[in-house]
């Protein structure tokens, strides 16, 4: 991938071994994008022991597989094999600790301490323990097992800040392979400020206290420059900014991404890699969020066809077209989707189930039920398929399991819009905000569900049901700009959470969204106000570190003056 890794010559030294084991991972890694993953694979396999180049991008394929199927089996095999990587980093390091090592390196003006084969082992090593963090964050949201396991998360950022200060040094000299080096002192330091700046505070609290800390505009600018410059890491560099501007600001943000610095950070990758799959479905979440829903199906289906090896992959690709569809109110299609990944994957059963059963509840009388199911039914098994990742519950499963438990009575008490409301969980009115005859169609479907229930027979849930319309209803009527209206909802939520019996997580979603309309209104004081009465005064609530990142997120942006918009230099892309 890089014309300026040269092999090395006859005599092997640790400089010529280091161009080639640079060379030859630029090579798998151009395989893995073109879905030749085996191929990429195995060009690696046989010096995973004796290259720690070798070994952590044979770990780093699997971990972006796992990250990209969330499927428990890949997410284990890649953590065993980043461990076995970062055994084999460690042979590489020298023998003594890394701040004392690169304190002689900077003062003492020499190399003859640290070599340059020595500098590449610490951040391949550092970037083992990080990518082993970021393994752990899939496993569980809550961050639990991230802060037991903070001596490691500490150890890498530390060496991160220890090797980005040699950098700036003065003294330091360049070796051959610089630009590598540079490249994942960047992908690091750009990593660990974008992610701890993401933090709720109790956590970064926890952080903080032993030593990090995080800047958000420090760290995109870090994985910017990382991404245009020309090196191994810079397609991980693109990758992690694009995870950040596409999915991390909607399910953990407020949906204010960049998509347009999204889609240009992609485009030099798609014209080299028309097929890969990879850029296939970051091209369907683009086009997704501008709200172009039929040119992001289109993608998905492209990207489906590209590859046939990587099944998993087409899961990732069955869930946003489940979301296409529901976007679309095509029930049936998100239906078929959700079926399909009951099916195939196992992620969370529990929430296909799920989601399979709130489809079937959209149907119209006249609709007839694919293969003869049972909504009822469906929401009843819902609780016996909870599933454990490294002894924790995913989120997404525990709020399908609480509202599917109303269904065990025997005369249960149907949920109103249940597919409409983990739509709000995953954050896809920000979505469909960019469309109005999308959101007009959605609000239409919230109102006749409101006069439904209206109709109905009052029982102990009815608060419950009200409030959940309420907080969906005044999402439409703000992306609609009818902006009183909204705020009505939002209020009237707050205004009767003493009713409300089991949806408790409503109240602090609806300060937050009150506090999001003040927001975009410049009304900044009264913003803060309500996020902080969210993150202080309500707590063991369904989504709840969800919530509490996007209210970090909210309180980033009241903090913060507005943006300039800068633009970073071109993708890393021969």
């Not at 029930?331 to 959700?338: E, G, S």
Request: proline share 3%.
């Amino acid at each position: 991938m890089d014309p300026r890794a040269a092999s090395g010559g006859d005599a092997r030294s640790p400089t010529s071994d280091l161009n080639v084991a640079l060379r030859e991972c630029m090579a798998a890694l151009d395989l893995f994008l073109n879905n030749k993953f085996s191929d990429a694979l195995a060009s690696l396999q046989a010096k995973t022991k004796e290259s720690m180049y070798h070994a952590l991008t044979y770990a780093t394929i699997l971990e972006m597989q796992a990250m990209m199927t969330f499927d428990p089996q890949d997410i284990l095999n890649a953590g065993n094999t980043m461990k076995e990587a970062q055994a084999t980093c460690q042979k590489f390091r020298k023998k003594s600790t890394v701040a004392d090592s690169i304190n002689n390196l900077v003062h003492r003006q020499s190399l003859e301490h640290f070599t340059e084969e020595e500098i590449h082992a610490e951040i391949c090593y550092a970037e083992c323990l990080l990518q082993r963090a970021a393994l752990t964050f899939l496993q569980d949201e809550n961050m639990v097992s991230f802060i037991k396991g903070g001596i490691k998360v500490r150890n890498s950022y530390q060496t991160y800040r220890e090797l980005d200060s040699l950098i700036q040094s003065p003294h330091y000299v360049k070796g051959e392979n610089h630009l590598h080096f540079e490249g994942g002192v960047k992908l690091g330091v750009g990593a660990f400020n974008l992610t701890l700046s993401m933090f709720p505070a109790r956590i970064l609290r926890l952080l903080e206290f032993v030593g990090f800390s995080g800047n958000k505009e420090h760290g995109l600018l870090q994985l910017q420059e990382g991404a245009s410059s020309y090196s191994f890491r810079s397609v991980l560099c693109t990758m992690l900014l694009l995870c950040y501007h596409t999915f991390m600001t909607f399910v953990l943000g407020t949906g204010k991404g960049n998509v347009e610095e999204a889609e240009r950070l992609l485009n030099p990758y798609l014209a080299r890699y028309p097929k890969g799959a990879i850029f296939l479905f970051f091209a369907g979440r683009i086009e997704t969020l501008k709200g172009n829903i039929d040119a992001a199906v289109n993608r998905y289906e492209e990207c489906c066809e590209a590859q046939q090896y990587w099944k998993q992959f087409h899961h990732m690709c069955y869930w946003e077209l489940m979301w296409c569809f529901t976007y679309k109110r095509q029930w049936k299609m998100a239906f078929f989707y959700a079926d399909l990944l009951s099916k195939e994957n196992t992620w969370s059963k529990a929430t296909y189930i799920y989601m399979k059963a709130a489809y079937l509840s959209m149907f119209g009388p006249d609709d007839c039920s694919p293969f003869g199911d049972s909504e009822v039914e469906l929401f009843r098994i819902v609780p016996s398929l909870k599933l454990k990742i490294a002894g924790k519950s995913l989120p997404t499963e525990k709020f399908a399991i609480r509202k599917a438990r109303r269904y065990l009575s025997s005369n249960p008490i149907p949920l109103p819009v249940p597919p409409l409301e983990m739509m709000y969980i995953w954050n896809g009115y920000a979505v469909i905000g960019k469309c109005p005859n999308l959101t007009e169609g959605m609000l239409g479907t919230l109102i006749e569900a409101e006069e439904a229930l209206a109709r109905s027979s009052a029982t102990e849930l009815l608060a419950d049901d009200q409030c959940v319309i309420k907080l969906l209803k005044g999402l439409c009527f703000k992306h609609l700009g009818k902006i009183s209206e909204a705020e009505d909802h939002f209020n009237y939520i707050y205004l009767n959470e003493k009713k409300i019996k089991y949806d408790h997580y409503l109240i602090p979603n609806a300060l937050l969204e009150l506090a999001i309309l003040y927001l975009d209104q410049d009304r900044r004081e009264e913003a803060i106000k309500l996020l902080e009465r969210a993150k202080q005064n309500y707590k063991n609530y369904s989504m709840e570190t969800r919530t509490h990142f996007r209210i970090q997120a909210a309180l980033h942006q009241a903090r913060s003056a507005p943006e300039n918009g800068t633009r970073s230099g071109a993708s890393a892309v021969s």
